[in-house]
């Protein structure tokens, strides 16, 4: 069975930094694109970031409004995404969920339960 | 403001069909493929429909997907009060190097 499991939310004051991470199990995790998605309170589901396999080249790619402070890693060896936030703000304040891309030989993806980000003073 | 244009609601009768409409550009919709998801707020969105056209495992013919340039809609025959969710359409924006979603759709089901 597939788990995505996401740790390390919590409450946060403006300017300060947070890591997430989010345990994978159940499939080839070194072999998978893994992706960031957010969803502020009353708001849609925002695209955060991705990083894609080590044989691909482990290319990262970031939404525009976290570029230059947020960054996004893996631990293949411990099936582990990171996603470590800097210089947060009131606006990051989300739930934070980690998903892989789409499996073409299952037709699925998976997703986290999400870890809820809260940046406040 | 998403590059990604959807209508914020729609409705439509038991049994009904709707459509879902996501509008875009070259540098997306126009260029690569959409995906469509059903979110429940505070949970984990749902793949619908991935590579543009092919439901994902588990989802039934009830769910179906087109595109045409830069727009991409998403249709649900059948309707059922449990498909009362909001739904979003992704693509990979070529401009912007990376992935968008559109701003959400609310179904509702009278």
């Known amino acids: 069975e597939v788990q995505l499991v996401e740790s390390g939310g919590g409450l946060v004051k403006p300017g300060g930094s947070l890591r997430l991470s989010c345990a994978a199990s159940?499939?080839?995790?070194?072999?998978?694109?893994m992706n960031w998605v957010r969803q502020a309170p009353g708001k849609g589901l925002e695209w955060v970031g991705r990083v894609t396999s080590n044989s691909a080249g482990g290319t990262k790619a970031y939404a525009a409004s976290v570029r230059g402070r947020f960054s996004i890693s893996r631990d293949d060896s411990g099936s582990t995404l990171f996603l470590q936030m800097n210089s947060l703000k009131t606006e990051d304040t989300a739930i934070y969920f980690c998903?892989?891309?789409?499996?073409?030989?299952?037709?699925?993806?998976?997703w986290g339960q999400g870890t809820l980000v809260t940046v406040s003073s | 403001q998403s590059v990604l244009t959807q209508p914020p609601s729609v409705s439509a009768a038991p049994g009904q069909r709707v459509t879902i409409s996501c509008s875009g550009s070259?540098?997306?919709?126009?260029?690569?493929?959409v995906s469509w998801y059903r979110h429940l707020p505070g949970t984990a969105p749902k793949l619908l429909i991935y590579d543009t056209y092919k439901r994902a495992s588990g989802i039934p013919d009830r769910f179906s997907a087109s595109k045409s340039g830069t727009s991409a809609t998403l249709g649900i025959t059948g309707l059922q009060t449990g498909d009362e969710a909001n739904y979003y359409c992704?693509?990979?924006?070529?401009?912007?190097?990376?992935?968008?979603f559109g701003g959400g759709t609310k179904l509702t089901v009278l």
């Open positions: 070259s540098s997306n919709i126009g260029s690569d493929f």
């Open positions: 998903a892989t891309e789409v499996d073409l030989t299952t037709a699925q993806d998976y």
């Open positions: 159940g499939f080839t995790f070194s072999k998978a694109y």
């Open positions: 992704a693509v990979w924006d070529s401009r912007l190097s990376g992935r968008v």
